[in-house]
T-cell receptor, first 111, second 112 residues
Framework: EAAVTQSPRNKVTVTGGNVTLSCRQT?????MYWYRQDTGHGLRLIHY???????QIGDVPDGYKATRTTQEDFFLLLELASPSQTSLYFC??????????FGSGTRLTVL | QQKVQQSPESLIVPEGGMASLNCTSS?????YFWWYRQHSGKSPKMLM?????GEKEEGRFTVHLNKASLHTSLHIRDSQPSDSALYLC????????????FGLGTTLQVQP
């Protein structure tokens, strides 16, 4: 099965802090995604990419930057983190059949 | 407004019973549907996909799709306690390769 690895698993930061969430996939998938999951809002797409150096804007991009440095690596950056960004973040990659493979998630708390 | 709407919000069925979950899109540009399952504390995993009108069966799971009404349903027969999970419906848009929109999900509880 496709492997997507996220780090860290848990992160606590303070309001105004900088946070970088990392994601690596070893499946040679072109597409990679960052979602956040919140009760009452479901899974919402933040940013996605179809290859190294490419970035596409998702549905809830405000306050987030992302960078795809290689085919394998996709990073989500929160500059000046706010409590509203407290959430469970999932990274995913997509195969040619448009199936998403999710990582284990990063639980972020912004105090 | 959610582009992908799921019902019911939660569902309790007895072990061995039938669970029926629904998903509808309000966007005429929706093309394909997926069903993902997310056990508590875990990440979502794709359960079934359906791209054309009709029915598709895999073991105890059956999905239906009516493209005219943009409605899909997932039916689980002989439900097991291990089926207890959040079921997420996802849709992709025509010409929007790679972007999936998720519904809020249906929480299924199978009682032994």
């Amino acid at each position: 099965e496709a492997a997507v690895t996220q780090s860290p698993r848990n992160k606590v930061t303070v309001t105004g802090g900088n946070v970088t969430l990392s994601c690596r996939q070893t499946n040679s998938h072109n597409y990679m995604y960052w979602y956040r999951q919140d009760t009452g809002h479901g899974l919402r797409l933040i940013h996605y990419s179809y290859g190294a150096g490419n970035l596409q804007i998702g549905d809830v991009p405000d306050g987030y930057k992302a960078t795809r440095t290689t085919q394998e690596d996709f990073f989500l950056l929160l500059e000046l983190a706010s409590p509203s960004q407290t959430s469970l973040y999932f990274c995913a990659s997509m195969d040619w059949g448009e199936t998403l493979y999710f990582g284990s998630g990063t639980r972020l708390t912004v105090l | 407004q959610q582009k992908v709407q799921q019902s019911p919000e939660s569902l309790i069925v007895p072990e061995g019973g039938m669970a029926s979950l629904n998903c509808t899109s309000s966007d005429r540009n929706v093309d394909y549907f997926w069903w993902y399952r997310q056990h508590s504390g875990k990440s979502p995993k794709m359960l079934m996909s359906i791209f054309s009108n009709g029915e598709k069966e895999e073991g105890r799971f059956t999905v239906h799709l009516n493209k005219a009404s943009l409605h899909t349903s997932l039916h689980i027969r002989d439900s097991q306690p291990s089926d207890s999970a959040l079921y997420l419906c996802a849709a992709s848009m025509t010409g929007n390769t790679g972007k999936l929109i998720f519904g809020l999900g249906t929480t299924l509880q199978v009682q032994p």
